[in-house]
């Protein structure tokens, strides 16, 4: 934190050691997640992480969170997952492209078929920010339709005070979210206020 940020690398020595400290030091771990303020992906050897945490823990559950921008088969092959979550803000590259700069949305997609062939017993989500650009029922009823087509277990709508922020569920008046997929489950920022209230869904 001192020294600002700058490009990192966790080195398997360096897991491993803090690994054999935990046991050493008798800690249970529940989980563990791949996340963070970088892409877990971009590692040049993920999956020899995972399988170092598999070795040490192999009751803990393993959690990655990805922007999806990657081929699933070429990092992902032989590892342990329990949970997926794909970030995919969008229903098509003009939508997805706004936020994703440089990412490629039919990537993003294959990431998630892909994922589902790996992992059929993990449980995979794509979250999907919801922005001004993002948010008509045209965008968010053809997410839902994917989201059946790709067999996720759940697609996550979230709001967010980041970035040109969708306000279009922030008005008593608002009209109900186009809710078409038993797979969606609609998740508040804790600083958008009132979010909750005016976008419980409503089956149409």
């Given at each position: 934190?001192?020294e600002?940020?700058?490009?990192?690398?966790?080195?398997?020595?360096?897991?491993?050691?803090?690994?054999?400290?935990?046991?050493?030091?008798?800690?249970?771990?529940?989980?563990?997640?791949?996340?963070?303020?970088?892409?877990?992906?971009?590692?040049?050897?993920?999956?020899?992480?995972?399988?170092?945490?598999?070795?040490?823990?192999?009751?803990?559950?393993?959690?990655?969170?990805?922007n999806?921008?990657?081929?699933?088969?070429?990092?992902?092959?032989?590892?342990?997952?329990?949970?997926?979550?794909?970030?995919?803000?969008?229903?098509?590259?003009?939508?997805?492209?706004?936020?994703?700069?440089?990412?490629?949305?039919?990537?993003?997609?294959?990431?998630?078929?892909?994922?589902?062939?790996?992992?059929p017993?993990?449980?995979?989500?794509?979250?999907?920010i919801?922005?001004?650009?993002?948010?008509?029922?045209?965008?968010?009823?053809?997410?839902?339709e994917?989201?059946?087509?790709?067999?996720?277990d759940?697609?996550?709508?979230?709001?967010?005070?980041?970035?040109?922020?969708?306000?279009?569920?922030l008005?008593?008046?608002?009209?109900?979210f186009p809710?078409r997929?038993?797979?969606?489950?609609?998740?508040?920022?804790?600083?958008?206020?009132?979010?909750?209230?005016?976008?419980?869904?409503?089956k149409?």
């Amino acid at each position: 934190l001192r020294e600002g940020r700058y490009s990192l690398l966790l080195t398997q020595e360096i897991l491993r050691n803090f690994l054999e400290g935990l046991i050493r030091e008798a800690y249970d771990v529940d989980i563990f997640e791949f996340c963070g303020q970088g892409e877990p992906l971009s590692h040049p050897d993920f999956a020899g992480l995972c399988n170092l945490i598999n070795e040490f823990f192999p009751q803990a559950k393993t959690l990655l969170v990805t922007n999806a921008n990657f081929d699933a088969v070429k990092k992902l092959q032989g590892c342990r997952l329990d949970e997926i979550i794909a970030s995919c803000d969008g229903s098509d590259q003009l939508g997805y492209g706004q936020y994703r700069i440089n990412g490629s949305f039919e990537q993003c997609i294959e990431f998630i078929r892909d994922a589902r062939a790996l992992f059929p017993k993990a449980v995979l989500r794509w979250k999907y920010i919801l922005f001004k650009h993002n948010d008509s029922d045209i965008d968010l009823i053809r997410a839902q339709e994917l989201a059946e087509q790709l067999n996720v277990d759940n697609l996550l709508f979230i709001s967010t005070q980041y970035g040109p922020i969708s306000e279009r569920f922030l008005k008593p008046d608002a009209d109900p979210f186009p809710w078409r997929s038993s797979k969606v489950t609609l998740k508040t920022h804790p600083y958008v206020r009132n979010m909750l209230a005016v976008t419980t869904p409503t089956k149409l």
